[in-house]
Each structure stands twice: as structure tokens, then as C-alpha cells.
């Protein structure tokens, strides 16, 4: 599991996993060898296991399935939560590419101790973009 751990690393990180070239390059062996200095089984591991453990096809399995299991949780939260909001932003890189971020809010607990009452809860979101609200143009 501790690979798992370094991987997730990685991830929030926006770090690659593989080197340019060869994998022995890759971030995710390299920090491995890292941690491997205080803990040895890592190191142990590294030396057991042939390189098929750690092949690109392991590596986006890995990040696949730790992708799928924060989705579960998220969706758990989310079904947990009183109420919900969701915020979509786009924005389309140099090669025309579009990207989306979505991003899920939820309230789980009363809001009474704030004095403030879930009845009245309601809220916009804007990235910075003032264009996006009005009177006579933009969301309503």
C-alpha cells in the first residue's frame, strides 16, 4: 500500500510518474528509492519485483482505481450532504482543446450555529468573471 501512497503523491502533485526516456528516470521509482532510505521494505520491494510491477499499464491501472474509489467517496458525501452545488469551468488550451473542472460543494451539518438557516441557503459562483451576471445580459 505504500506505493499507493507515493502514487497519490504524485497525483495531487501534478507530477509525471514516468521519466522521458527510460523509467528508471520516473519520478514515481525515483521517490520510491527516496522513501526506500528510511524504510527498507521499499527498497526490498524494488529489488524483488521485476519491472512489470511497475510498467506505464500498472501505473494508469493504479491511477485508475484510486480515481474510481474517490469518486465513490465523493458520491457518498455527496448523498450524505442536505444540499449540493456544483461549479463547471472550462477553458480551452493553445491546441483548441476544451478542459472542464467541475466541482462539487455540499453542506452536511445545520448552519444554525453560524444563526443562518438552510431554508435561505442558496449561491452563485463566478471565476472571476464579471460578465457572467447582470441585469440585462449574462446567467440568471
Excluded at 448523498?79 to 482543446?97: A, P, V
Excluded at 448552519?111 to 471565476?127: A, D, M
Aim: hydrophobic content about 35%; glycine content about 4%.
Amino acid at each position: 500500500m505504500k506505493i499507493l501512497s507515493l502514487l497519490r503523491f504524485l497525483a495531487r502533485q501534478a507530477l509525471p510518474l514516468r521519466g522521458h526516456d527510460d523509467d528508471r528516470d520516473g519520478n514515481l521509482l525515483q521517490i520510491m528509492r527516496l522513501r526506500g532510505e528510511e524504510d527498507s521494505e521499499i527498497l526490498e520491494w524494488l529489488d524483488r519485483k521485476s519491472s512489470r510491477y511497475l510498467s506505464p499499464e500498472m501505473q494508469n491501472d493504479l491511477i485508475k482505481t484510486k480515481a474510481a474509489h474517490g469518486l465513490r467517496q465523493l458520491r457518498l458525501k455527496l448523498l450524505q450532504s442536505q444540499f449540493i452545488s456544483i461549479m463547471i469551468d472550462e477553458t480551452t488550451d493553445i491546441t483548441n482543446k476544451e478542459q472542464v473542472t467541475i466541482v462539487f460543494r455540499s453542506v452536511i451539518e445545520n448552519l444554525t450555529h453560524f444563526n443562518l438557516s438552510n431554508h435561505k441557503l442558496r449561491g452563485q459562483s463566478y471565476n472571476w468573471c464579471t460578465i457572467m451576471s447582470g441585469q440585462h445580459s449574462g446567467s440568471k
